[in-house]
């Protein structure tokens, strides 16, 4: 079956038959094309094309004449299936099975309008950018001499005009504007007449620091405006004018490439005052300080500082700007994988640092790391990060120098007068636009009061919906007298905020006071359910407090700024009930670490391992009141639940090092729960390469299985055992307890005892042994019985090797096709990384050894991100199937193709490998090999 035709006239008028050009033949038969086409899919009356064709008078028989134009154009366009049709005296196109560039041109560019009117920027750029594509030239250019087709065109050249205009309004709003100036100047010189391109223009070149050249432009175009029209600009055009004389702050926009260095949180309200601070600290940057310190009292604004600097500093960090926050953290232990996780790296082994600092030794970028105080015992940490990595810089926000080598310190005081005023007048109005900001005086003096702290001028002023001002006024001596009296050994400004927040807590109802005392048990945030369990406090509880400024909400979140959590706990301390209020804390982790652990192997897996990632630090504060309070049974049942959590999405954390204590601290725990403790622990373990020590504990846990009379967990202990020594090559010693574990699960048949991942395996091994009869049986017997999509889809993907294997490269195409999209859509990223090595085999057998070298480069990158590496059978699966076809291609290219995988990252790497499957060249199922 030939392929279907293309009509083309964004340029000049073409049809093609796949990628080979149709010939046409002579003028007269590609001018009956045009008007055909132009008018598809309604007829053209003889008549008509006639008068076109020979305007001049055409023909004694213009029917004749006509039908051998026809007729040459049938022979060439093929025509067995009616596309060219006669209908009495006139003639029309049936374009149902062709396409027609001209078409598709409109549609994208009615596509691109609405999604701009619907807000959706980024979609109505890409259809802008597919609309343009499609133009060869002007449209119909080599027939154009027919009257009805220069009309057309002239249209179709007005729409390519307003699709070009419409992208340049999005690249302007998505911060591009540097490289549209030289695209908009070729418009405009094609368009003078153009106010919208014009005003473009202006844009552009203003937001690119070139001020005069954008009025030159303005000042062009009105002259030749005026000069053939007699008519001035638009109102518009005008407008845009003045801002730009007057260079208004509105029409600023940074660049995309500036605005993609800023990985900071958004601000919420515009930071008032600290103007001399940021530039000061700006210039300390720019002067090539590498560590500064903003010291200074809970609340003074040293975040806000910080931040503000690191987002004007930007343009001087070509690797960007990073905001790392440790407000959950006391283990200085954690705060390399903290650091990790806020600039996107993953690692595997016993600590974060080493992938850490290979990552910042090449780049220049600036971290913001915030609230040091709490892990000063992390200050060493820091100090190598400088020393590795000398185009790193730091901003640490602390209220303790670290007093490391190189610091700056930067103390940051209370506002100026004038801005706490300022800062105290617009928190208010934002709470009641009612508030009477007049009163200046009174309010210099309230300010005063809780000695001009940001955060406790914030506190005060979200309280002046609920009270009059005089009665915010009355208390301020009193509160003065309360401050006094903090503890002699902290600085005068910290009792201060800690006035103020005891302000804000006093002006609570009782039940109120007790709830935020008792919700400073939560670390990291909570759920209302959570609070309600736990501390007894209702959901309009949490809403009293929040607009109170004491409780922060984050979607379906709640917690606590810091400082505010640290006043709280020294409340909760004092509380009689502490014990209580911890013991329920921990009880309700602990049971919701056993309900995640029993879904782990569910469909909702995934949406459960984000929930107990939210609860991180929570966990951690469970686990450590456990161990503080001696019940080590509990510690090890929640360690122990929490095992299948930190192998699925952090086995490196230092966390896992809780499963090994609880082993320790109970000894004479029940065999079967220190069993389970065994095998979690090793699968983790295993993760970290550390087989040493993980196949001596599935011995173990497979011995107190097997005594405990649980079969159906000796089981799991055995493929666990046979999956390791199958990774570490020693494949026969593997396919031997597979079999036996397969059995053994056949023979209890319990629907709990999920036997797929066990086929799984043992289909893996017999790829390691080319063995493609049992692979191809034990993988279609774990696909049919496995209840997870994802388990079906890593089963598919072996299934896409075995395929390959054999040479079956349309059923390789579809397996992956349906793979890849569910390991995306479940975050699997080192099943990920093994699609990559998937892919570069069906890129061997295309011949496109190129291809497969960047594929390869890519995995190799993806793992070093990850802080892994391929055990030793994979990499010899991967030696077998890529590595020797590769060795062979040109060393040169082999090497250009490995600099352009390192490039990439993960998601585009399986963007270009996956793009492999939409090859012509490819069969496809159904179609032969």
């Known amino acids: ?92 196109l049936d374009l149902a099975a062709s396409s027609f560039d001209v078409d598709e041109f409109s549609a994208l560019a009615a596509k691109a309008h609405d999604l701009l009117l619907a807000g959706h920027r980024e979609e109505s750029l890409r259809a802008c950018d597919l609309a343009l594509d499609l133009w060869r030239g002007e449209a119909w250019q080599d027939v154009r001499e027919l009257r009805a087709i220069d009309a057309l065109a002239h249209r179709l050249d007005s729409v390519r005009v307003d699709v070009s205009a419409r992208r340049a309004e999005v690249l302007l709003s998505l911060g591009c504007h540097r490289d549209l100036v030289a695209d ?25 620091g070139r001020q005069s050249e954008a009025l030159a432009t303005y000042a062009a175009g009105r002259a030749r405006l005026v000069a053939e029209t007699g008519l001035e600009p638009g109102v518009e055009l005008q407008g845009l004018h003045m801002g730009v004389l007057a260079d208004d702050p509105s029409l600023r926009l940074d660049d995309a490439d500036l605005r993609a260095r800023r990985h900071l949180p958004a601000a919420a309200t515009q930071l008032i005052g600290r103007r001399v601070e940021v530039t000061e600290l700006v210039s300390q940057l720019g002067a090539g300080a590498r560590l500064v310190t903003l010291t200074g009292p809970g609340g003074v604004g040293k975040t806000r500082t910080s931040m503000q600097a690191a987002h004007e500093y930007a343009a001087s960090c070509a690797d960007g700007v990073w905001f790392v926050d440790l407000a959950s953290l006391v283990d200085p232990e954690l705060v390399p994988q903290a650091v990790a996780e806020s600039l996107g790296i993953d690692a595997l082994g016993d600590d974060f640092l080493a992938p850490l600092l290979s990552h910042l030794a090449k780049r220049r970028l600036l971290l913001v790391i915030d609230n040091f105080e709490q892990v000063l015992g992390a200050a060493a940490f820091l100090a190598s990060v400088l020393t590795a990595a000398p185009g790193v810089q730091v901003i640490v926000t602390s209220r303790i120098p670290l007093q490391i080598y190189g610091e700056r310190v930067h103390a940051i005081d209370p506002l100026p007068d004038a801005d706490a005023v300022k800062l105290f007048c617009e928190r208010a109005t934002a709470a009641d636009h009612r508030f009477d900001t007049s009163r200046t005086e009174a309010i210099s003096r309230l300010c005063a009061a809780v000695d001009n702290l940001p955060l406790a001028i914030e506190l005060v002023a979200a309280r002046v919906g609920e009270m009059t001002f005089d009665e915010l006024v009355a208390p301020t001596e009193m509160r003065l007298d309360l401050a006094a009296s903090g503890p002699r050994e902290r600085p005068d400004r910290q009792r201060a905020l800690r006035a103020s927040i005891d302000w804000s807590v006093n002006l609570l109802a009782p039940d109120d006071q007790r709830a935020f005392r008792s919700l400073a048990v939560f670390a990291g945030g909570f759920q209302a359910a959570a609070a309600e369990e736990v501390c007894t406090v209702s959901r309009d509880q949490l809403m009293t407090l929040v607009r109170a400024s004491l409780v922060v909400r984050d979607e379906a979140r709640f917690g606590f700024l810091e400082t505010i959590r640290e006043h709280a706990l020294e409340q909760l301390t004092a509380d009689p009930d502490e014990g209580a209020v911890r013991d329920r804390h921990a009880d309700q982790l602990v049971a919701l670490a056993d ?39 509990d510690l090890l049942r929640l360690a122990t639940a929490l095992t299948v959590f930190w ?39 295993g993760e970290q390469g550390r087989s040493d020590l993980s196949n001596p504990l599935l011995e173990r846990s497979r011995a107190l299985f097997q005594e405990s009379g649980d079969e159906h967990w000796a089981a799991r202990a055995l493929n ?42 043992r289909g893996l091994a017999a790829l390691d042994q080319r063995d493609f009869t049992v692979a191809r049986g034990c993988l279609a017997e774990c696909r049919a019985l ?14 896409a090797d075995l395929e390959l294997e054999e040479g079956n490269l349309a059923e390789a195409r579809r397996l992956l096709l349906e793979a890849v999209p569910v390991l995306e859509r479940h975050g699997v990223d080192y099943r990920r990384i093994e699609a990559l090595d998937t892919l570069a085999f069906l890129a061997i057998r295309m011949d496109r050894l190129e291809e497969a070298a960047v594929l390869v480069a890519a995995a190799d990158r993806a793992m070093a991100i990850d802080g892994t590496t391929q055990v030793p059978a994979d990499a010899a699966l991967r030696e077998r199937r890529v590595g020797v076809p590769l060795a062979a291609f040109d060393d ?30 490819l069969p496809v199922p159904g179609e032969g090999q």
């Open 595 to 633: 309900q995640i652990r029993a879904g782990m192997a569910g469909t909702e897996a995934t949406a459960l391992m984000a929930r107990l990632t939210q609860e991180r630090a929570n966990l951690r504060a469970a686990l450590e009141h456990l161990e503080r309070t001696g019940r080590f049974d």
């Open 720 to 761: 666990s055992l046979a999956g390791a020594l199958r990774d570490l090559g020693r494949t026969a010693e593997a396919v031997s307890l597979m079999d036996e574990s397969i059995a053994l699960r056949r023979r209890l048949d319990n629907p709990d005892l999920d036997i797929s991942i066990t086929l799984q395996n």
């Open 647 to 685: 192998y699925r999405v952090t086995p490196a954390s230092p966390d896992v090092e809780w499963a090994e204590r609880a082993l320790a601290l109970a000894p004479h725990a029940d065999p079967h729960l220190r069993a389970r403790a065994m095998y979690g622990l090793a699968i983790c373990r």
């Open 892 to 921: 040169r290219a082999r090497d250009r193709a490995a600099g352009v995988g390192g490039r990439l990252d993960l998601d585009q790497a399986l963007d270009r490998g996956m793009s492999l499957l939409c090859r012509d060249d």
């Open 786 to 799: 496995a209840g997870d999509e994802r388990v079906r889809a890593e089963a598919d993907l072996l299934l």
């Open 1 to 92: 079956m030939s392929p279907p035709l293309r009509f083309q006239a964004l340029g000049p008028l073409e049809v093609r038959r796949g990628d080979e050009l149709v010939d046409l033949g002579a003028a007269r038969p590609r001018l009956v094309l045009a008007m055909l086409l132009a008018a598809a899919p309604d007829a053209v009356p003889v008549e008509r094309l006639s008068e076109e064709i020979w305007p001049g008078g055409g023909p004694a028989d213009p029917l004749r004449n006509l039908q051998v134009h026809v007729s040459a154009l049938r022979r060439a366009l093929g025509d067995q299936a009616g596309t060219l049709v006669t209908v009495g005296r006139a003639y029309r």
């Open 184 to 208: 908009l100047e070729a418009l405009v010189a094609a368009h003078p007449l153009r106010e919208d391109l014009r005003g473009h223009l202006m844009l552009a070149l203003h937001r690119s």
